[in-house]
């Protein structure tokens, strides 16, 4: 049973430039959060996508944007890339609906975004 | 305020110490709550769920006052392998989907020899 993938890994960029992280939810997930953590913080959450289409938002610019596939994979995508971009964006799927909040999310090992 | 505040400590204890994290959340629609660890550099891990009356697993004993809307983490008898960030985690507040969580800032936790 696979678990929540992310890709890639580690990524180093300049400032102005975008980027685009993937993450696989665990089998049988609808939903993807995507999160960022700066280090020293606690995740903070960017957006929630379900069904295609993009649910919730925490408090980021629209230099911020998600996309969701039919498969329920997920990219996250930045454009302008400014130093403080720099963190672990974490990935993290669940089931989407109500009655169901004791269910937690499972994460995936994360991208850490470098931006020189 | 902060949606979900902590102590961020660090907490440096010996081993076999009993410590105490708090955390405090200000969403009175909160429905579900969560304890996660997360090592250095990895992903946060679901350490125990938070019931209204109280529960334990080990040495590890989470509660929860929804009037005060506070939760705590006791680790009793201290690892060296407790040394972690210990997040809390608040969940259950969109009319739609209940699955849209909150973390708090994490609560540093050295054990040492």
């Known amino acids: 049973d696979a678990g929540v993938t992310q890709s890639p890994t580690h990524l180093i960029k300049t400032r102005g430039q975008q980027v685009t992280l993937r993450c696989s939810p665990k089998?049988?997930?609808?939903?993807v959060s995507w999160y960022q953590q700066a280090l020293g913080q606690g995740p903070q959450f960017i957006f929630q996508y379900y069904e295609e289409e993009e649910r919730q938002r925490g408090n980021f610019p629209d230099r911020f944007s998600g996309h969701q596939f039919p498969n329920y994979s997920s990219e996250l995508n930045v454009n302008a890339l400014l130093l403080g971009d720099s963190a672990l964006y974490l990935c993290a799927s669940s089931l989407y609906g109500r009655g169901i909040s004791n269910q937690p999310q499972h994460f995936g090992d994360g991208t850490r975004l470098s931006i020189l | 305020r902060k949606e979900v505040e902590q102590d961020p400590g660090p907490f440096n204890v010996p081993e076999g110490a009993t410590v105490a994290f708090n955390c405090t959340y200000s969403n009175s629609a909160s429905q579900s709550f969560f304890w996660y660890r997360q090592d250095c550099r990895k992903e946060p891990k679901l350490l125990m769920s938070v019931y209204s009356s109280g529960n334990e697993d080990g040495r590890f004993t989470a509660q929860l006052n929804r009037a005060s809307q506070y939760i705590s983490l006791l680790i009793r008898d201290s690892k060296l392998s407790d040394s972690a960030t210990y997040l809390c985690v608040v969940n259950g507040h969109d009319e739609y989907n209940n699955n849209d969580m909150r973390f708090g800032a994490g609560t540093r936790l050295t054990v040492k020899p």
């Open positions: 089998s049988g997930h609808d939903t």
